[in-house]
């Protein structure tokens, strides 16, 4: 079945950016009458998903292997309300193919709050939500990817696949395998649950004891994460679709490196995407000049979690200068404090720069692993004043363990001190700080993962103390909401009890929830109460002995390197880079910093 947009004109010109949905980007290839047919479902909007490398690269790997790779993403209410009313499937935007009509669904979940997008998706596709609600139905695997599935337990009921790491070649190992099973048989899910980087729920039973906790674990107790080694031979999108519309990141992406060197305790994803793997210069020229020349951007994204730590960034930069046309520059949105330089930003639209101290003191700065100074700040700052810069972004948190008010007056000071650096020189313009505060949220696989998340009343408290400290001229605030904080948190550390709250959340209208504007409180709160869960379960601090609902996950750090990190937050003790020193996190086989290759 195709869907026909023209019996869909009327709805289209009466919703918001109908561009959303039309398909027809252009460089768009997809593949009809393949022998599998994959849809790479990204549960946002879709200026969102457009922005986001992943589920490109993912989408890559399906049609190297000669299948059909699709996507779609979240609907907003007003086109989702239309389609139900015209009794339309939600539809892929390459063949207007019924997401039911694919082999496989694939969700990209990048955040928490994107859990009821997913089922608001299934729903408007006709799919039962549940996974035992599919049962001998003829519907695709719902598969699930991307940083939030190395805890999929609170979407475990829905899903019938988890790809839990590296997601270029196993997620189409998945459908060979399912070829040559004629399906979804049991030799299907026995073959795929015996790869590293796929969970099978149905497979695995959790036990709970009396008093609510986790007791063990039955069936598939250890699942691997799956790590791809040699980033220059893996997949990677050769062109990209131009979006519709503009999307929030509008510019050609490429990933320089995955990982990160640094550690930082509360970063999950410093730690889930270990170790650090890099891009040749070679490769990363082609590829850039490539997504230039078939895409039409005037600029290049070079894209990792810590881009100033990629050691040939120079020569990178020279690289692609010298191949790339001379009117396309260069973003480097990921450049620490201590690893910016003049010759890194030269490229950039000078309108702001954006650091992140995370905390306002050193103290606190090196509980966390953040191993940069106030001297670092400030001379970065200066290096930024001396380019023509006029407006420096500033993000911080506030409920880190251990945090104290002095911890809070830091945050003045180093604002203070970047405004003394911007008018100990004469400037056009007056100097612009905005000043962006998030709350901690404990995560899993990080040093972290056992703590408390700051309660209600704390955190007011705390969001006043800044209010008033930093009620100072050219300096703004911005500061998050604590209700979406504590739900992240929630379902960042949960277990399959969850499952219960997030489907009654989304039949309560809970939707989009990571916008701000259309979070609803109340239907959470309702969820919650009605399913029998309190959040204070699920944000308070955990025992270092008991079982997390992640614990049967394998992403190669060893738990004890995360308990000994803990205790050197405690003891306000910096681990530092793994390029100073291989501090044994239990991935030394598998790193190239620990094998002395970078």
């Not at 922005?51 to 993912?58: A, R, Y």
């Not at 992406?253 to 990160?260: A, L």
């Not at 970065?380 to 993000?395: G, P």
Request: charged share 25%.
């Amino acid at each position: 079945m195709t869907v026909d947009l023209q019996k869909l004109k009327d709805l289209l010109l009466s919703v918001e950016k109908p561009s959303r949905y039309t398909g027809g980007e252009y460089g768009t290839e997809v593949s009809e009458n393949a022998p599998f047919n994959f849809c790479m479902a990204f549960p946002d909007l879709y200026e969102v998903g457009m922005s986001n490398l992943g589920t490109k690269i993912v989408a890559e790997s399906f049609r190297r292997r000669g299948y059909c790779a699709d996507f779609c993403f979240t609907p907003y209410r007003d086109f989702g309300d239309g389609l139900k009313k015209a009794g339309v499937p939600l539809y892929s935007l390459g063949l207007k193919k019924p997401l039911g009509e694919f082999d496989m669904v694939g969700f990209s979940l990048q955040y928490e709050l994107c859990y009821t997008n997913m089922l608001y998706m299934l729903d408007l596709a006709n799919i039962p939500l549940r996974r035992e609600q599919r049962r001998g139905g003829n519907y695709p695997l719902i598969a699930v990817g991307g940083p939030c599935a190395v805890n999929p337990e609170p979407i475990a009921d829905f899903v019938d696949i988890v790809f839990i790491g590296d997601g270029e070649s196993v997620d189409a190992d998945v459908a060979d395998i399912y070829l040559e099973c004629g399906g979804t048989t049991e030799e299907f899910y026995a073959r795929i649950s015996a790869l590293d980087g796929v969970y099978v729920p149905a497979l695995t039973k959790v036990n709970y004891g009396a008093d609510g906790k986790i007791c063990g674990f039955e069936g598939i107790t250890k699942v691997k994460r799956a790590i791809v080694d040699d980033l220059d031979g893996a997949p990677f999108p050769p062109a990209q679709p131009v979006p519709n519309l503009e999307s929030v990141f509008d510019r050609s992406i490429i990933e320089v490196m995955r990982g990160c060197y640094r550690g930082c305790r509360f970063c999950q994803a410093g730690f889930i995407y270990r170790p650090v793997r890099q891009r040749s210069v070679e490769t990363l020229t082609r590829q850039a000049c490539s997504l230039i020349s078939s895409t039409g951007y005037e600029e290049v994204s070079l894209n990792s979690l810590s881009t100033g730590d990629y050691p040939k960034l120079r020569e990178l930069i020279r690289s692609l200068k010298k191949a790339l046309p001379s009117d396309v520059t260069l973003a480097l949105p990921s450049l620490r404090v201590d690893s910016f330089d003049g010759e890194f930003a030269q490229d950039a639209r000078k309108i702001s720069l954006t650091f992140a101290p995370e905390a306002g003191t050193q103290r606190l700065r090196d509980v966390i692993n953040k191993d940069i100074t106030e001297e670092e700040i400030i001379n970065a700052a200066k290096s930024a004043f001396d380019m023509a810069y006029s407006a420096v972004k500033l993000y911080f948190m506030t409920g880190l363990p251990t945090e104290t008010e002095d911890d809070l007056k830091g945050i003045r000071r180093i604002c203070d001190l970047i405004k003394g650096a911007y008018n100990a020189a004469p400037r056009k313009k007056a100097l612009r700080i905005s000043v962006s505060v998030s709350t901690f949220v404990p995560k899993p696989f990080t040093p972290f993962q056992w703590e408390r998340q700051i309660g209600r009343e704390e955190l007011e408290r705390r969001h006043e103390v800044l209010k008033k400290l930093l009620f100072i001229r050219g300096v703004s605030l911005s500061l998050s909401h604590f209700k979406t904080s504590v739900l992240e948190a929630v379902l960042a550390r949960g277990d399959r009890r969850l499952s219960a709250v997030i489907e009654s959340a989304y039949k309560k209208g809970c939707i989009l929830d990571g916008w701000i504007d259309d979070f609803d409180t109340e239907g959470w709160e309702e969820a919650l109460k009605e399913c029998g869960i309190s959040p204070d379960e699920y944000t308070r601090e955990r025992a270092e002995d008991e079982i997390l609902p992640w614990d049967f996950i394998d992403i190669g750090i060893d738990k004890q390197f995360f308990i000994r990190e803990r205790k050197a937050a405690y003891a306000a003790s910096v681990s530092g880079s793994c390029l100073k020193k291989c501090n044994a996190c239990g991935l030394m086989r598998r790193c190239p910093a620990a094998r002395g290759e970078i």
